[in-house]
C-alpha cells in the first residue's frame, strides 16, 4: 500500500509539476538569462558525508520518504546537475521534500475524500494518459486521418478551415493515438447485447 500510494504520488507530481508554482526552482536556479534557468550549485556543501541510500529523510505523515527517493528526484529536478540531497543547503533540502510531499499528500486526500467512482474514474483518466502517450503513431498513419479530415471539411464547405498537415501534426497523431487504444479496448472487451 505505501509503495502503490507513494508511486500514485509520484505520478501526480508529474502530472502538476509543469503547471504548479515552483518553489525548488526558486531555491535552486538562479536566471542568468530570461530564457535559459541555470542549476545554482554554489551552496553545496560537497564536503558532506552522505547517508545511505536506505535513510529516511523526512516523514510525509506516516510514510517514510528515502534518500535514495529524494536523490533520482533531484536529479530530475536539476537534470543532473546535482543528485546528491545531502549536498543541499537546509533549505534547499526542505524545499525538495515538501515538493515532493504535495502529491502524496494530495493521492491521501484523494484516497480519503473521493467516491468509488471519481476514484475509478481518474484511474481511468491516468491509465488512457499513459497508454496514449506510448502508442506510437507513424507520419503516414496522422497524414491519412489528416486527410479524411480535409475530406469532411470539403464536404462540409469548411475546406478553407482546416490548417496545414505541418501545423497540426502533433495533434493528429494524438488523435490516431487515442483513437488506437479506444478500438483496442472495444476490441479486447467482452461486450453482449442482450
Do not use: C
Not at 530564457?35 to 506516516?62: C, F, H, P, W
Not at 468509488?116 to 507520419?139: G, H, P, Y
Not at 497540426?168 to 472487451?189: F, G, P, S, Y
Amino acid at each position: 500500500m505505501k509503495s502503490t500510494l507513494f508511486a500514485a504520488g509520484a505520478a501526480l507530481l508529474l502530472l502538476t509539476a509543469s503547471v504548479s508554482a515552483d518553489p525548488l526552482a526558486n531555491v535552486l536556479m538562479k536566471e542568468e538569462k530570461k530564457e535559459q534557468k541555470m542549476v545554482n550549485l554554489d551552496n553545496l556543501n560537497v564536503g558532506t558525508q552522505s547517508r545511505a541510500k536506505t535513510a529516511v529523510i523526512a516523514m510525509i505523515g506516516d510514510k517514510e520518504m528515502t534518500k535514495e527517493q529524494a536523490d533520482q528526484y533531484l536529479g530530475l529536478r536539476t537534470q543532473g546537475h546535482a543528485v546528491d540531497f545531502d549536498k543541499l543547503t537546509k533549505e534547499q533540502q526542505k524545499a525538495l521534500v515538501e515538493e515532493m510531499a504535495l502529491p502524496v499528500v494530495a493521492a491521501v486526500k484523494a484516497i480519503q475524500e473521493l467516491s468509488n467512482d471519481e476514484k475509478s474514474a481518474a484511474l481511468s483518466r491516468m491509465w488512457m494518459q499513459k497508454t496514449v502517450a506510448s502508442t506510437e503513431v507513424t507520419d503516414a498513419e496522422a497524414q491519412e486521418s489528416y486527410d479524411k479530415l480535409v475530406k469532411m471539411a470539403k464536404e462540409q464547405n469548411k475546406a478553407g478551415e482546416v490548417p496545414p498537415f505541418e501545423q497540426i501534426k502533433r495533434e493528429m497523431k494524438l488523435q490516431v493515438a487515442q483513437e488506437k487504444v479506444a478500438q483496442k479496448l472495444i476490441d479486447e472487451a467482452k461486450i453482449i447485447m442482450k
